[in-house]
């Protein structure tokens, strides 16, 4: 891997590690299922039918659209955001979209129509604007409406995390040079972005292919299905391990293809390479029509994202949440969440961090050229375990681990593996762009003053990442906070989540105690992303 | 010499046994509800735990169909004694694993219909029913005709069949009923299907969040909001061509067949012990004896005309048939 006389980098190996222990994770649960399998491979040859043929085509169509609706508005909010980096609230509103994701499926279509439903707030106004009565939003837009919900935060936060990497000597310049709003957007800003958009995109991307119970509930019949929802039948009811892993590798393979178009379109442009002189302030000030826009985009927006939640919130304020907060399984279900939110949060980070690191040791040693394998595999190709079902992996090591031991003794590693796996690519884009920038700044005068390894960390890398990796451990938190495959599978009397317990409450009619779940649930992810972006916070000088 | 040897065989005898003697455990695998701060296990546990003299170990998983998968996951090595929480869709396919032991004699069984099953043993069950919003639906389907024709401006929220055990209650339900008109059934019902949702749960959800005026969900259903909620809103609706049986069992594993505490559990299982808790925890309606009477609310509740069920044979055979034909139909 390292030419002849290159130093061996520590970064690499790091890398290399991080590599290995996804690898180990998927492959080791894939091959698990597929040796169970192997003595009966009729059911996953059978899968390939027409119906297959429609469900993989809706699966892409919706994650298509849902991608772009996503992420297009999430560019002019994350610019309008960038362009005004002091006003009340702004850092809520940033806390706030870290929310979204801890939230159960089922809590997000309900808040959504708590909305736009049939029933809903604005149901009566719909109804009239439609002519009648309102039919609610089943079908393709309710699974759109539902996963720009998710996933417009998601792409804001990380395109804001592109754009706080623009060094303000540009913005300094700019100024002088009396650029306009476009001209900054189009010199300054765009070639920021659209570094991050491919990764961002094929994120959103990838969490809307593996969309399940919001395409089932929203959809309006089976018509509108996943693959998803094709792997998690062929496990759950026909019990078919075969046909199970030959769905994931077509999810994987199909989730590739676009992707790796994805990437074509994006350009790999590199940061710039001078060290940072100015102090960090922004020059070029938004006028007033400009600033009229941004304010508009930026409550416009908080409007979108806050509706369902204050649904959300109202309908768990219904609920006896005292009586809730005090019971012994709540209390119980909120530490074992947290710890294990918080674990998983921490292994990712790391993996993120190392993945980004060696990727980044690798483009610089590689100075142009064609990449390799191993270096396709840290840049993106690890970011594909988000479309590896975690029922998949869950089955899959119960498999292999049957034969060695107790199931139950290793369920809550099972969980936190899986879960900080699961938001590594989420970690790798809030901490990469940060990282290059910086590495492009730092690394020949590293090299000239021969400062490297834990001293380069800590002095010279961690002031600039303390803030992207406390993005990246917030958002990871909120993931595993909000994990359902995984526990799913390994849940037990011992290892009980918050989102288990909501859904247990749910499941015997107990909706309200589900309702004021759900809001503690908000709460807790809250409270941890604001602690998480505390720590986070530059020290002002 | 010989009496030391003794000795050292006595006392490795004895460090064998004495673990074992210390307490006798019993494992039961069953499905998340059963165990809950409010569901029938807790009072369960006590009751057997005082019998016996011995400790009953739960360990819960999400719901029937994830408990024959764990089994099937764990395979020979499994530590489940007991599995109690499959329904008798899934009980042929249960047996093929293998995995399971026949019982031995237990009394007092009473399901409709009558049960002779040598492995398996019930301890509740009840019918699948349309429940409705007696304030937005006035006037209730009363027959899954009615339903199947009726104006599709009413919606109902259904369950999906390859995710749910409601779901593929109402696929069998229309198959029992309309035989190989099913798939003509269903294409006219579809018009009056606001959504399928992944599992009971969400379909609930919608319904009392009001989105839909008719759920697929238990007559046992207005027992619950009747007694705990004390309203009257929700109803099933009774339908003239009778109504689909699931009837909830419990099995001994071959691990548990040499655990003794396990054949004493199943027949503890069908007394008063364990089946006065049944009804308003599990909401459903007992299938043993029970001590105490009924409550009064349980009288109120739709009495189907007739009980409609495949045997479990019939629904291995044919699930996946059954459940493509309703795909192929509402996936149009």
């Given amino acids: ?541 | 010499m010989r009496s030391l040897l003794f000795a050292l065989v006595s006392a490795a005898v004895l460090a064998v046994v004495a673990p074992a003697s210390a307490k006798d455990k019993l494992t039961i695998y069953t499905y998340e509800s059963f165990t809950a701060d409010w569901g029938p296990g807790p009072v369960v546990k006590k009751n057997f735990e005082a019998e016996c003299g011995c400790e009953v170990d739960f360990v819960s998983v999400a719901d029937g169909v994830a408990l024959l998968n764990r089994l099937k996951l764990e395979g020979g090595s499994t530590k489940a004694d007991l599995v109690l929480g499959l329904d008798t869709n899934l009980t042929a396919e249960a047996k093929a694993t293998g995995l399971f032991a026949p019982h031995g004699p237990v009394s007092n069984v009473d399901v409709p219909g009558g049960w002779s099953d040598d492995t398996f043993v019930p301890y509740d069950y009840g019918y699948f029913a349309v429940v409705y919003d007696t304030e937005s639906l006035k006037e209730p389907p009363k027959s899954l005709k009615d339903l199947v024709e009726g104006d599709p401006n009413q919606k109902i929220v259904i369950e999906d069949p390859r995710t749910s055990t409601p779901g593929l209650g109402l696929v069998l339900w229309m198959k029992s009923v309309y035989g190989d008109k099913a798939a003509e059934a269903w294409s006219k019902l579809k018009g009056r299907v606001l959504t399928v949702t992944p599992g009971w749960s969400e379909a609930y959800g919608l319904f009392t969040k009001g989105e839909a005026p008719m759920v697929l969900s238990y007559t046992t259903s207005p027992a619950y909001h009747m007694i705990e909620d004390k309203t009257d809103r929700y109803q099933a609706a009774s339908f003239a061509e009778g109504h689909y049986l699931q009837i909830e069992v419990a099995g001994m594993t071959r691990h548990g067949a040499e655990n003794p505490l396990a054949q004493e559990f199943l027949a503890f299982m069908t007394g008063p012990g364990f089946q006065d808790a049944v009804p308003e925890t599990q909401w459903m309606y007992p299938a043993g004896k029970m001590d105490k009477p009924l409550d009064p609310v349980f009288d109120r509740l739709v009495e189907p005309a007739k009980t409609l069920i495949f045997s479990s044979d019939d629904v291995a055979a044919n699930r996946k048939a059954w459940v493509d034909e309703w795909l192929g139909v509402m996936s149009k």
């Fill in chain 1, 1 to 541: 891997m390292t030419r002849p006389g290159a130093p061996a980098d520590i970064r690499i190996f790091a890398g290399l590690a991080a590599l290995a222990f996804i690898a180990v994770l998927v492959c080791g649960a894939l091959a698990g299922l597929a040796v169970e399998g192997a003595g009966d491979l009729s059911g996953a040859l059978s899968a390939f039918d027409p119906y297959l043929l429609r469900v993989a085509r809706f699966t892409l169509w919706q994650a298509a659209l849902s991608t772009l609706l996503s992420v297009l508005p999430a560019l002019f909010l994350a610019r309008a955001l960038s362009r005004h980096p002091v006003f009340p609230g702004r850092g809520f509103i940033l806390q706030l979209f870290a929310v979204p994701l801890a939230l159960p499926a089922i809590v997000v279509a309900l808040g959504v129509l708590a909305l736009l439903g049939r029933a809903g707030f604005m149901a009566d106004a719909l109804g009239k604007l439609a002519g009648g009565t309102w039919p609610g939003i089943y079908g393709l837009s309710g699974i759109l409406v539902a996963h720009v919900f998710f996933n417009l935060p998601l792409a804001a936060r990380l395109f804001l995390e592109a754009l706080q990497t623009v060094p303000s000597d540009q913005w300094r310049l700019a100024s002088q040079l009396g650029m306009g709003a476009r001209a900054g957007f189009r010199l300054i800003e765009w070639p920021a972005l659209r570094q991050a958009l491919p990764g961002v995109a094929g994120l959103v991307f990838m969490l809307c292919v593996t969309s399940f119970t919001i395409v089932l509930t929203l959809g309006g019949g089976p018509a509108a299905s996943t693959l998803e929802v094709a792997i998690y039948q062929a496990l759950r009811f026909d019990f078919d391990p075969a046909r199970a892993v030959a769905l994931t590798l077509l999810q994987i393979g199909l989730t590739v293809l676009v992707v790796s178009v994805l990437a074509w379109l994006g350009a790999n442009t590199s940061g710039d390479a001078n060290l940072q002189v100015a102090p960090p302030r922004r020059y070029l000030a938004a006028g007033g029509a400009e600033t009229a826009i941004n304010a508009g985009l930026i409550v416009l927006a908080l409007a979108f994202v806050a509706g369902p939640m204050v649904a959300i919130v109202a309908a768990g304020l219904q609920a006896d949440l005292g009586r809730l907060a005090g019971e012994a399984a709540v209390q119980r279900a909120a530490a074992t969440s947290i710890v294990l939110a918080f674990v998983s949060a921490f292994i990712s980070a790391l993996l993120s961090l190392a993945l980004v690191a060696a990727r980044r040791a690798l483009s610089s040693r590689r100075r142009g050229g064609r990449k390799r394998l191993f270096e396709h595999a840290v840049e993106t190709g690890a970011g594909f375990v988000l479309v590896v079902p975690p029922i998949v992996i869950g089955a899959g090591w119960f498999l292999v681990l049957r034969h060695f031991g107790d199931l139950f003794a290793v369920a809550p590693a099972m969980v936190a593996a899986v879960n900080a796996v699961m938001a590594m690519p989420f970690a790798v884009r809030a901490v990469r762009p940060a990282y290059d920038a910086a590495s492009e700044r730092h690394d020949l005068l590293c090299a000239q003053l021969g400062v490297s390894g834990w001293n380069r960390f800590t002095l010279i890398d961690w002031p600039v990442l303390r803030r992207p990796l406390a993005t990246a451990f917030a958002f990871a938190m909120a993931l595993s906070l909000g994990d359902l495959g995984v526990i799913a599978l390994f849940g037990s009397d011992s290892v009980q989540t918050l989102p288990y317990l909501l859904l247990a409450r749910m499941g015997s009619y107990r909706t309200q105690d589900a309702a004021g779940l759900a809001l503690l649930l908000g709460l807790v992810c809250l409270a941890l992303v604001l602690a998480a972006d505390r720590l986070g916070r530059e020290r002002r000088t």
